[in-house]
């Protein structure tokens, strides 16, 4: 039995040596002073929302408007618009006024 009376002051030693040794590293982090520096540029929450456009005939019409297309039942209105995330045209049955 007497194996066993020095073990837990050895423990206790160890245990004072390695939180010691923590606050050391800890303190020598703090007193190196550096500022912490960013590796990416900050980003936005979101970014702004690009203006979109739908093409007819080589000419970009912005989202909301009304253009005559082609279509196989001939040349009808159609107004531009945005389906989940890509731009498309609304085609409608209304045929284009001739001009």
């Known amino acids: ?18 939180a010691f040794a ?3 590293l800890f303190s020598e982090a703090a007193a190196a002073g550096d500022a912490a520096v960013a590796l990416d540029k900050p980003r936005l929450a979101q970014a702004p ?9 080589g000419r970009k019409i912005a989202e909301g408007l009304k253009s005559c297309i082609r279509t196989t039942q001939g040349p009808r209105v159609a107004t531009c618009g945005r389906v989940v995330n890509m731009m498309s045209w ?8 001739e001009s």
């Open 49 to 57: 929302e690009p203006l979109c456009f739908c093409w007819n005939g």
């Open 22 to 24: 923590v606050i050391l």
């Open 90 to 97: 609304d085609v409608s049955e209304t045929a284009c006024p």
């Open 1 to 18: 039995m007497t194996g066993s009376g020095p073990r837990p002051h050895r423990h206790r030693v160890l245990s004072c040596m390695l």
